[in-house]
């Protein structure tokens, strides 16, 4: 390989001389020919690399790429050899990296060829001046997450506080249904469910575990509780140990809970929070609306941006149902019949709305919504 940028002028000023030209038929499609391109093959049937030395203008490194192999592009942006705006564009936001790694290499080219001319030729459709950081979609997994979590969290068993009947069902329920979805799930019931214990499954066990592409979903389903700080009132997660006469020391915070989020990787995150007063974890609220059904381009918008979500039982000052829907409660029966996940990706701000329009014909909860801290917009695809 060229390993410094005099080797790599000598190749380019003596190009004729170094390096014969390749016979046409070497670029006939039919032709099965293989050659290397760092560390990977690939099939020149596919045809991506005359499709990228055209679409970059890199004609006069034809040949070296060919000899060298294409890692050679790396190292000829690195040392600023070339300085089109468009190539740097593509190297610095990610797709060189995309490119070398994903099986559809035209389809790749073609979405950036979109996505360039989207943000250099269409400015004044943007409600700002401020540059659009477009970030790439992966095509290998296209529509999709590398990995998704559901954890659910259930006490019907208080040492000291009235006991439920529903809770350890609700999360029962949902961690089977998840599994229908791909989801790998994980139940913590009762005893299992302490202050130290919730906490070490956010801030230690999915922040270790999670990656940035993986969708995290976390349940709760048990005894909320308010408690009121200078005309203030602030919402608790009540875990199976805490007593009756409690301190927020006792309780887990619903705001605590939203901010742990920041330690875990993941660039979608939803909480559902199905006890009393949960509205408190929402720490700023979202304008809905419905959308029926998003468009492949849109879903991969949504996907390239961090998402952190909420859903809440009602609000903040309601007490929320214990049963209703026959083991389960109103909110966890609503959330396993929703239509969504079946023909729209299971859309979390759909979910929502449906939420919103069937609880309260079973019971007087309303469900609210909210966005997170890290928020950047868009939505979670519970189905994908």
Excluded at 108 to 124: A, D, G, I, Q, R
Excluded at 219 to 233: A, C, E, L, V, Y
Aim: charged share 25%.
């Amino acid at each position: 390989m060229v390993e410094d940028s005099s080797k790599i002028n000598l190749l380019i000023n003596n190009e004729n001389k170094l390096i014969p030209k390749p016979p046409k038929q070497r670029f006939i499609p039919e032709l099965k020919v293989r050659k290397r391109l760092g560390s990977i093959l690939v099939n020149n049937s596919q045809n991506w690399i005359k499709c990228f030395i055209k679409n970059f203008n890199l004609i006069k490194y034809h040949h070296l790429i060919l000899i060298e192999g294409f890692k050679i592009i790396e190292k000829l942006y690195k040392l600023k050899k070339i300085k089109s705006k468009k190539f740097v564009f593509f190297m610095k936001n990610g797709w060189y990296r995309l490119l070398i790694t994903c099986d559809n290499k035209l389809e790749l080219l073609e979405s950036f060829e979109y996505f360039f001319n989207l943000v250099n030729n269409k400015k004044s459709k943007f409600r700002s001046l401020e540059k659009i950081n477009i970030i790439p979609r992966n095509h290998v997994k296209i529509l999709n997450y590398s990995r998704k979590i559901w954890i659910s969290f259930g006490i019907n068993d208080y040492d000291n506080w009235l006991n439920l009947n529903n809770a350890v069902n609700d999360a029962e329920s949902l961690s089977k249904f998840s599994k229908k979805f791909n989801f790998e799930s994980k139940l913590f019931i009762n005893k299992e469910v302490t202050k130290k214990s919730i906490e070490d499954i956010i801030k230690s066990f999915l922040y270790t575990s999670s990656n940035y592409n993986d969708l995290i979903v976390i349940s709760f389903h048990g005894h909320g509780h308010t408690i009121k700080i200078d005309n203030n009132s602030y919402g608790f997660f009540v875990p199976h140990d805490a007593p009756l006469k409690c301190t927020p020391g006792d309780l887990i915070s619903t705001n605590d809970i939203s901010s742990w989020c920041k330690y875990i990787k993941s660039r979608h995150i939803l909480l559902l929070f199905d006890c009393c007063y949960s509205g408190h974890s929402v720490l700023r609220s979202m304008n809905i609306k419905n959308e029926k059904k998003y468009s492949d381009e849109t879903i991969d918008v949504f996907l390239s941006k961090k998402a952190r979500i909420a859903i809440n039982a009602g609000t903040n000052d309601q007490k929320v149902s214990d049963d209703g829907w026959n083991n389960n409660s109103i909110f966890t029966g609503c959330i396993m019949s929703y239509p969504g996940f079946y023909d729209n990706f299971g859309s979390a701000i759909n979910l929502y709305n449906y939420l919103l329009e069937n609880v309260p014909k079973h019971c007087s909860q309303t469900p609210t919504i909210g966005k997170l801290l890290g928020d950047e917009g868009g939505d979670i695809f519970l189905a994908l």
